[in-house]
């Protein structure tokens, strides 16, 4: 939990303050005294007596006892200045801004571990190094502008990157996006993002406390931790948008099952936000527009009602709604009637309502009322208003001001002309509105909200019956693959359905495998990885002479060990796999099976536990959902022994976290149930 002297300081010392608004720490300094800052201000200049007309210390030896140091001074210089502050000057919250740490070299990382060891002997908190600092209602310790005037409903915005905190809230601005607080991490040395995170949860007021958080994320060091903070926050009546920096798959490392070759980092990630309920954007402009939407409603609506004086922009956002998932409802003749009534010939008056180029403030008041009392198709209301700089706009903007504030539906204003009438917009936001400029943006922006993924509460402990036998298997097997009896036995034990199954090095032990099995049998060879590129399954073998043959040719293939001879199913293939990453809890993979698996890459994913809802989301998010329920007269699947063995699947890795990687592929599915038919597990001790 981080000090309450770092978040609340009744005393600050800037150390490295100045008189010059260029530096850090005259900036910072300015920033403190026009936000009014109620403690004691000190400052630290070896050169100065007064700094901005502050007194001004030449020695950090000097100065009072002070709560929170905020430090801008050459990194070499800061162990010796945190010495004093820890044990003689009772600081416990401290900003370092400095750069030259463990983002620059080795010799900067042990530093920057020097002063992190300082601090945590005292039991402090350090944001930073290499921040831009952190906003709150207290003080403003920040040295960038513009400061944003804070709003207790405004959004609370965490920041892996200081300069990407300043543009993003440099674009807000324009839109009115307001703020709450501002936390910027750094380096994130000893404070993250997932300390922020744990802050802002155990801190947390319903109904005064911020209801809307932003973040920016660079890394994520203990995902669990942070998943832990974003459901309880979520569970509160919190909504979480996020921006994660690195989306490419450069640098996966290569896997040996088709699992992990499909479940890279970043699968992790999403599937850590989708586990949280987090919204994920994949621009500064997206993240904005997505937390300004979350501003004006937390409700999830999807039919949209657009007013506006130009038919272009209607036609854009229409098609935005429309493709992503979102309603424009049409309306009735009665409805039609009415608003034909109330505008000039020639309006359009289904969905979008075009009130014309000429149509007038007044009429623009009486749509929208008409839209708000009488249309009960539409949920929300969009109005779209710009100019071609030949008259003005006041009227208008006055009335939608004026509507969003009485409106029993949302309003939602895309104003476009942000040069021609910038003056109007302006005053729009500083009468504590949100004028959205681009009517595609904001559109893909509400789908995002609306069709935004609950969260998936962490599940209490569970008993497993057979538990005892899963980890005497797990407990008797070293790291590396299973042997492929133990995998079934292992399958079996977690409740998953195999096919009945021997494995031969003999021919007398395939000829005997056939005393418990019924041809057709499929043979496939034992101790080779990837199986079928060596030739090494061969199917729909019937007689005892195929048999034997085709055993002798498995085992002519280089690195074979024996052979599997299993009784033959027939039924839709999908895969199950599992895959683990440090830190993360174990991800469940489902998709299309076979051999092609990774050129469809049909999957989705989930981090366990996976409850039986998500599973059933999981399956039918495939692109092969359909044709597993059945086309062309054929039956469906049985979706719920699909269900169950997610649910199996998922309560055996946790379990067993030892499984790095499993394949079960194909898992075939059939109108009686699942059966495992090829599976590959790897342990890792």
């Excluded at 070896?46 to 210390?57: A, E, T």
């Excluded at 030892?658 to 009686?672: C, F, H, K, V």
Aim: some cysteine.
């Amino acid at each position: 939990m981080l000090h309450q002297k770092l978040i609340n300081p009744g005393s600050i010392v800037v150390i490295g303050g100045s008189d010059r608004l260029d530096h850090l720490g005259g900036s910072v300094l300015k920033n403190l005294i026009d936000q009014e800052f109620k403690g004691d201000l000190f400052v630290v200049n070896p050169k100065k007596d007064v700094v901005q007309g502050l007194r001004s210390y030449r020695n950090v030896e000097n100065i009072p006892e002070v709560d929170l140091a905020i430090i801008a001074i050459p990194a070499h210089e800061i162990p010796d200045v945190i010495r004093v502050l820890t044990h003689k000057k009772e600081t416990r919250g401290f900003i370092i801004y400095s750069a030259g740490f463990g983002e620059l070299n080795k010799a900067g990382a042990k530093l920057e571990q020097k002063i992190c060891d300082l601090i945590d002997a005292v039991g402090g908190s350090l944001l930073g190094p290499n921040n831009i600092g952190m906003l709150n209602q207290h003080f403003a310790g920040i040295f960038t502008r513009p400061v944003p005037k804070l709003d207790p409903k405004g959004v609370d915005f965490v920041s892996g990157s200081g300069a990407t905190a300043v543009f993003t809230m440099e674009a807000a601005l324009q839109i009115g996006l307001s703020f709450s607080g501002l936390y910027t991490v750094g380096n994130s040395t000893q404070v993250g993002i997932e300390e922020i995170l744990e802050y802002l949860d155990l801190s947390y007021v319903q109904g005064s406390s911020s209801p809307v958080k932003m973040l920016y994320i660079e890394g994520i060091k203990y995902p669990q931790k942070f998943l832990k903070h974003c459901l309880s926050l979520q569970q509160k009546g919190c909504e979480i948008v996020a921006l994660k920096a690195g989306s490419s798959e450069e640098g996966t490392l290569a896997a040996s099952s088709h699992t992990g070759a499909l479940a890279s980092p970043i699968i992790f990630v999403q599937a850590l936000f989708n586990k949280a309920g987090i919204i994920r954007c994949y621009s500064r402009y997206e993240l904005i527009h997505t937390a300004a939407v979350l501003q004006v409603t937390l409700s999830k609506l999807n039919r949209f009602g657009i007013i506006t004086h130009a038919g272009g922009p209607g036609v854009l956002l229409t098609d935005a709604l429309c493709d992503n998932g979102l309603q424009v409802p049409g309306l009735s003749e009665k409805h039609k009637d009415k608003l034909s009534g109330l505008l000039y010939p020639g309006a359009a008056v289904n969905n979008p309502v075009d009130i014309l180029a000429t149509g007038t403030a007044e009429q623009l008041d009486q749509v929208i009322d008409y839209c708000d009392n009488d249309i009960e198709e539409i949920d929300a209301m969009i109005v779209i208003f710009g100019s071609p700089g030949l008259g003005s706009v006041s009227k208008a903007y006055k009335v939608i001001s004026e509507k969003i504030q009485k409106c029993k539906k949302p309003l939602f204003a895309v104003l476009p002309s942000v040069l021609n009438v910038r003056k109007d917009i302006k005053e729009f936001i500083e009468d504590g509105n949100l004028a959205f400029y681009d009517e595609s943006l904001l559109g893909k922006s509400l789908s995002k909200v609306m069709q935004r993924t609950e969260p998936s509460p962490e599940k209490k402990r569970f008993d497993h019956p057979d538990k005892i036998q899963i980890r005497q298997l797990i407990d008797q097997n070293k790291t590396g693959y299973l042997d492929p009896d133990t995998v079934f036995e292992l399958l079996k034990t977690a409740g998953i359905h195999t096919v009945q199954q021997a494995i031969a090095k003999t021919e007398s032990d395939v000829l005997k495998a056939m005393e418990r099995l019924s041809y057709p049998v499929v043979e496939k060879v034992v101790g080779v990885l990837h199986k079928t590129e060596e030739q090494g399954v061969l199917l729909n073998v019937t007689n005892a002479g195929e048999l034997v043959h085709n055993f002798k040719k498995l085992m002519q293939i280089k690195g074979s060990k024996g052979v599997i001879v299993q009784e033959m199913i027939h039924g839709k293939e999908v895969f199950l796999g599992t895959k683990s990453e440090p830190g993360y809890p174990p991800m469940i993979l489902c998709g299309a099976g076979g051999i092609y698996v990774e050129v469809l890459k049909d999957f989705t994913f989930a981090l366990s536990p996976v409850s039986r809802q998500e599973a059933k989301g999981m399956i039918e998010g495939l692109s092969i959902y359909p044709i597993l329920k059945g086309v062309r007269g054929e039956k469906s699947i049985d979706m719920k022994a699909f269900e169950s063995t997610i649910d199996k699947l998922s309560k055996l890795v946790l379990l067993a976290p030892e499984i790095t990687e499993m394949d079960i592929n194909p898992l075939m599915a059939t109108s009686r149930g699942m059966i495992a038919v090829d599976a590959r597990i790897r342990l890792q001790k």
